[in-house]
């Protein structure tokens, strides 16, 4: 009954309107699947001819685990912001620390995606309108440069050629520097990326109804053509089975050679099972519009999994499809790693002239735009929440009159140029900055799957619309742990300082916490953060689960030292 009245409402003045139902949230996280672009290449260059059964294997690891993510949302049809905010509740009895930080690793997990996928369909932009030309042994520029600069070999030859007739934008820039591991710079690749993000920005200013309307069109735009990317090679008989075996995997990262299942070539898989869940288990932004449903009893659980249902059969098809028609050596070519080359290469894959070819190009940029926007939307209100919740600055709390979260959204659009800049320098920089949101992603999922049997304890008595059977609970909290094998092992095979600069940023939310919570709110929550549970700040003194969670905590950091400790390349 609460679940009807709390539809049925009409929103408070600076409140999220209740405008969608899962079909809504379904297009919104229809942008997931998109993500196979970002890193495709990347998986492949360290993974080699495993990389197919790398994205399966992730792929059906997320799916499992969202069953825990639908149960706990159910818990709260008033609460938008994804599972960090659900799960954060579960921790606030054990630490006021451990809560906030669930909602600062996925949001830090999440907004990255707006400034990735800004640099990658800013340089699909580019080979559009300023391509770098192609020359051969056999180039009349080629022969006509050796023929004016005797003894001067093939290759340096059509090094030259190409650099003269390279388009000036391409090799413009404003202003760039290094820091740290990392560059970062002000060039065309930036320019067009940020006018992108601001596109975006401007259609979720009319808040989740006019950006679901939007990405339900774009998202059919997008989905029929990577459906029809993964399923014409097949029928046509493009796939060369050869380009599956041997599964070993490579000697080194981005080396062709086979290697072997020693120490050096696991921590390559698990570096590819790390990065790959930043894809695979995005789907579960399904559940970020809770207090935006209509109905959260019934949507909840059915937007979670038909969007489940929907990465299933892409993230499986596409990467399949993928390998077995350019194999290992085309997976390693340098614009399929960097993500620059990766649409021509899936056009390519079907063929059809010219106007195929540009007509698919255009639509993987508009993929990329959707799970932008699918990030923005997600990122926005995990921000909004975790203001209204007590846990981030009060002044992201704000709402306009269509209910879009603007200054979360402003804050998104901020943070991302400057990681637009670093991720527009070079690839090493793209997925520096991918490993290390990607550590905020693990973190995050560590508590939240452990969340579920958390909340099962202490709130055990409240119904649930959605409840998981507890044989996927267990499975969800054995995965929390070969999460943080992924992101003790792994995060270094994308960069030696990864790992590191992902624990330091998760723990840049203490200060920002201790601001909210003992600066602006004198060390109290909101009253409202805990009524979906009908509990108020004195129950949080009651523990049921003991020292468990506590246990907890201490085998994640004992089992991520391990493996990074144990795996080494």
Same mark, same amino acid.
């Given at each position: 009954?609460?679940?009807?009245?709390?539809?049925?409402?009409? #929103?408070?003045?600076?409140?999220?309107?209740?405008?969608?139902d899962w079909r809504g949230a379904f297009w919104v996280a229809s942008g997931v699947p998109a993500l196979v672009l970002f890193s495709i290449g990347g998986i492949a260059g360290t993974t080699g001819k495993l990389a197919f059964l790398i994205w399966t294997v992730s792929m059906i690891m997320g799916f499992l685990q969202s069953f825990t993510y639908a149960e706990i949302a159910g818990l709260f049809p008033n609460?938008?912001?994804?599972?960090?905010?659900?799960?954060?509740?579960?921790?606030?009895?054990?630490?006021?620390?451990?809560? #906030?930080?669930?909602?600062?690793?996925?949001?830090?997990?999440?907004?990255?995606?707006?400034?990735?996928?800004?640099?990658?369909?800013?340089?699909?932009?580019?080979?559009?309108?300023?391509?770098?030309?192609?020359?051969?042994?056999?180039?009349?520029?080629?022969?006509?440069?050796?023929?004016?600069?005797?003894?001067?070999?093939?290759?340096?030859?059509?090094?030259?050629?190409?650099?003269?007739?390279?388009?000036?934008?391409?090799?413009?820039?404003?202003?760039?520097?290094?820091?740290?591991?990392?560059?970062?710079?002000?060039?065309?690749?930036?320019?067009?990326?940020?006018?992108?993000?601001?596109?975006?920005?401007?259609?979720?200013?009319?808040g989740i109804l006019g950006t679901a309307n939007v990405q339900k069109y774009i998202g059919l735009f997008v989905i029929i053509p990577m459906l029809i990317v993964g399923v014409v090679p097949i029928v046509t008989g493009q796939i060369d089975w050869a380009n599956f075996s041997p599964l070993v995997p490579l &000697?080194?990262?981005?080396?062709?050679?086979?290697?072997?299942?020693?120490?050096?070539?696991?921590?390559?898989?698990?570096?590819?099972?790390?990065?790959?869940?930043?894809?695979?288990?995005?789907?579960?932004?399904?559940?970020?519009?809770?207090?935006?449903?209509?109905?959260?009893?019934?949507?909840?659980?059915?937007?979670?999994?038909?969007?489940?249902?929907?990465?299933?059969?892409?993230?499986?098809?596409?990467?399949?499809?993928?390998?077995?028609?350019?194999?290992?050596?085309?997976?390693?070519?340098?614009?399929?790693?960097?993500?620059?080359?990766?649409?021509?290469?899936?056009?390519?894959?079907?063929?059809?002239?010219?106007?195929?070819?540009?007509?698919?190009?255009?639509?993987?940029?508009?993929?990329?735009?959707?799970?932008?926007?699918?990030?923005?939307?997600?990122?926005?209100?995990?921000?909004?929440?975790?203001?209204?919740?007590?846990?981030? #600055?009060?002044?992201?709390?704000? &709402?306009?009159?269509?209910?879009?979260?603007?200054?979360?959204?402003?804050?998104?659009?901020?943070?991302?140029?400057?990681?637009?800049?670093?991720?527009?320098?070079?690839?090493?920089?793209?997925?520096?900055?991918?490993?290390?949101?990607?550590?905020?992603?693990?973190?995050?999922?560590?508590?939240?799957?452990?969340?579920?049997?958390?909340?099962?304890?202490?709130?055990?008595?409240?119904?649930? #619309?959605?409840?998981?059977?507890?044989?996927?609970?267990?499975?969800?909290?054995?995965?929390?742990?070969?999460?943080?094998?992924?992101?003790?092992?792994?995060?270094?095979?994308?960069?030696?300082?990864?790992?590191?600069?992902?624990?330091?940023?998760?723990?840049?939310?203490?200060?920002?916490?201790?601001?909210?919570?003992?600066?602006?709110?004198?060390?109290?929550?909101?009253?409202?953060?805990?009524?979906?549970?009908?509990?108020?700040?004195?129950?949080?003194?009651?523990?049921?689960?003991?020292?468990?969670?506590?246990?907890?905590?201490?085998?994640?950091?004992?089992?991520?030292?391990?493996?990074?400790?144990?795996?080494?390349?």
């Amino acid at each position: 009954m609460s679940t009807i009245v709390s539809a049925l409402v009409p #929103p408070a003045e600076g409140q999220l309107h209740r405008n969608i139902d899962w079909r809504g949230a379904f297009w919104v996280a229809s942008g997931v699947p998109a993500l196979v672009l970002f890193s495709i290449g990347g998986i492949a260059g360290t993974t080699g001819k495993l990389a197919f059964l790398i994205w399966t294997v992730s792929m059906i690891m997320g799916f499992l685990q969202s069953f825990t993510y639908a149960e706990i949302a159910g818990l709260f049809p008033n609460k938008s912001g994804g599972a960090s905010i659900y799960g954060a509740t579960a921790w606030l009895r054990y630490s006021k620390f451990i809560a #906030p930080l669930s909602v600062w690793c996925n949001w830090f997990a999440w907004s990255p995606v707006l400034s990735l996928g800004c640099s990658i369909a800013a340089a699909y932009i580019l080979n559009a309108l300023a391509p770098v030309p192609l020359f051969t042994d056999t180039s009349p520029e080629v022969a006509a440069y050796i023929a004016a600069n005797t003894g001067t070999s093939a290759a340096d030859a059509i090094a030259a050629v190409s650099a003269a007739a390279t388009p000036a934008i391409r090799n413009w820039t404003l202003y760039g520097h290094t820091l740290g591991p990392v560059s970062f710079t002000f060039n065309a690749t930036f320019f067009i990326g940020a006018v992108l993000m601001l596109i975006i920005f401007s259609i979720q200013h009319r808040g989740i109804l006019g950006t679901a309307n939007v990405q339900k069109y774009i998202g059919l735009f997008v989905i029929i053509p990577m459906l029809i990317v993964g399923v014409v090679p097949i029928v046509t008989g493009q796939i060369d089975w050869a380009n599956f075996s041997p599964l070993v995997p490579l &000697v080194a990262a981005y080396a062709p050679e086979p290697g072997a299942w020693n120490i050096a070539g696991w921590t390559l898989v698990l570096g590819g099972m790390f990065i790959a869940a930043w894809s695979t288990y995005g789907f579960e932004t399904a559940v970020c519009y809770t207090s935006e449903f209509k109905n959260p009893g019934t949507d909840t659980f059915k937007a979670i999994f038909y969007s489940g249902l929907l990465c299933m059969l892409l993230f499986i098809l596409v990467p399949f499809t993928f390998q077995g028609v350019l194999g290992l050596n085309g997976m390693l070519a340098t614009p399929i790693v960097d993500g620059s080359g990766v649409a021509d290469a899936l056009a390519g894959m079907v063929g059809g002239g010219q106007l195929i070819h540009s007509l698919l190009v255009m639509l993987m940029i508009l993929a990329l735009v959707l799970c932008i926007m699918t990030a923005m939307a997600g990122s926005s209100r995990t921000l909004y929440q975790g203001s209204v919740d007590g846990w981030l #600055p009060r002044y992201l709390s704000h &709402v306009n009159e269509h209910g879009a979260p603007t200054r979360a959204m402003w804050t998104d659009l901020i943070f991302n140029l400057f990681v637009l800049a670093i991720a527009s320098a070079d690839a090493t920089s793209f997925f520096f900055i991918l490993a290390v949101s990607n550590c905020g992603y693990i973190i995050f999922n560590f508590l939240n799957l452990n969340a579920g049997w958390i909340h099962r304890i202490d709130n055990g008595h409240i119904s649930r #619309p959605w409840k998981a059977p507890s044989w996927l609970l267990g499975i969800g909290a054995i995965f929390s742990y070969v999460n943080m094998i992924f992101m003790g092992a792994g995060a270094k095979v994308w960069n030696p300082m990864a790992l590191w600069a992902g624990l330091i940023t998760a723990a840049l939310i203490i200060p920002v916490f201790c601001f909210r919570h003992y600066l602006q709110d004198k060390g109290k929550f909101p009253d409202h953060m805990l009524a979906d549970l009908g509990m108020n700040s004195s129950d949080l003194a009651v523990r049921k689960a003991g020292i468990l969670p506590y246990l907890t905590l201490i085998a994640g950091v004992v089992v991520l030292l391990l493996a990074n400790w144990l795996f080494v390349i």
